[in-house]
């Protein structure tokens, strides 16, 4: 059974980049078919898609953020991560990752980490 | 401001029907399948179901989905307290070329 689990400083100053972490266990992330995404949710705001990488190193980004963000692979420790450049308070955030299923018919997010929070703060 | 739009608030009392529906555009939910993720505060969001209305093993067959046109719907059946938590959905748009989700929509077991 695939998991998911998210790391990274929880504290950044304005204009740092954040920098976090996602660990796979119970599979592998070369596996085809899969993508593997990044989604934030601001305090008592909504689900944001940030964006994803295929195992070949593909990616789409959200163009709200496309410019700061920048999601990679590391294949040997089975991780992927997102770097957001230049935060600012609006950045505050839950950050989740997730599994991004993609088939000729459909997509889906069907295993999410448990979330890490994020706060930008001077 | 969202792409899809999803009324803020829905509630029902045990053992009702509920609806929560979702309105977008022909980039989007009229041109690619729907998914709805329920979230309860503090926990990760998960799948309750994908191209438009099926259900991932371990979902309840209370829950159902449909899709016309440029909107979305989930039906909920037999209304249970578990149930209260915050539904989005959420489709790929072709304009965008991301994954887009809906404002969500706080369910409210009375």
């Known amino acids: 059974q695939v998991q998911l689990q998210e790391s990274g400083p929880g504290l950044l100053k304005p204009s740092q980049t954040l920098s976090l972490t996602c660990t796979i266990s119970?599979?592998?992330?070369?596996?085809?078919?899969?993508?593997w995404s990044w989604i934030r949710q601001p305090a008592g705001k909504g689900l944001e898609w940030i964006g994803r990488?295929?195992?070949?190193?593909?990616?789409n980004y959200s163009p709200s953020l496309k410019g700061r963000v920048t999601i990679s692979l590391d294949t040997s420790k089975n991780q992927f991560s997102l770097k957001l450049l230049s935060v600012t308070a609006a950045d505050t955030a839950v950050y989740f990752c997730?599994?991004?299923?993609?088939?000729?018919?459909?997509?889906?997010?069907?295993?999410w980490g448990q979330g890490t929070t994020v706060t930008v703060s001077s | 401001q969202s792409v899809l739009t999803q009324a803020p608030s829905a509630s029902g009392t045990p053992g009702q029907r509920v609806t929560i529906s979702c309105s977008g555009s022909?980039?989007?939910?009229?041109?690619?399948?729907v998914q709805w993720y329920q979230h309860l505060p503090g926990t990760a969001p998960k799948l309750l179901m994908f191209?438009?209305?099926q259900r991932p093993s371990g979902v309840p067959d209370r829950f159902s989905g449909s899709k016309s046109g440029t909107s979305a719907s989930l039906a909920i059946g037999g209304l249970q307290s578990e149930d209260e938590a915050h539904y989005y959905c959420?489709?790929?748009?072709?304009?965008?070329?991301?994954?887009?989700f809906g404002g969500g929509t706080k369910l409210t077991v009375l």
């Open positions: 997730a599994r991004f299923v993609s088939s000729s018919y459909y997509y889906a997010m069907d295993v």
């Open positions: 119970g599979g592998s992330i070369t596996r085809g078919g899969h993508y």
């Open positions: 990488i295929y195992s070949s190193g593909g990616t």
């Open positions: 022909s980039s989007n939910i009229g041109s690619n399948s």
């Open positions: 191209n438009n209305n």
């Open positions: 959420a489709a790929w748009d072709e304009s965008l070329n991301g994954m887009i």
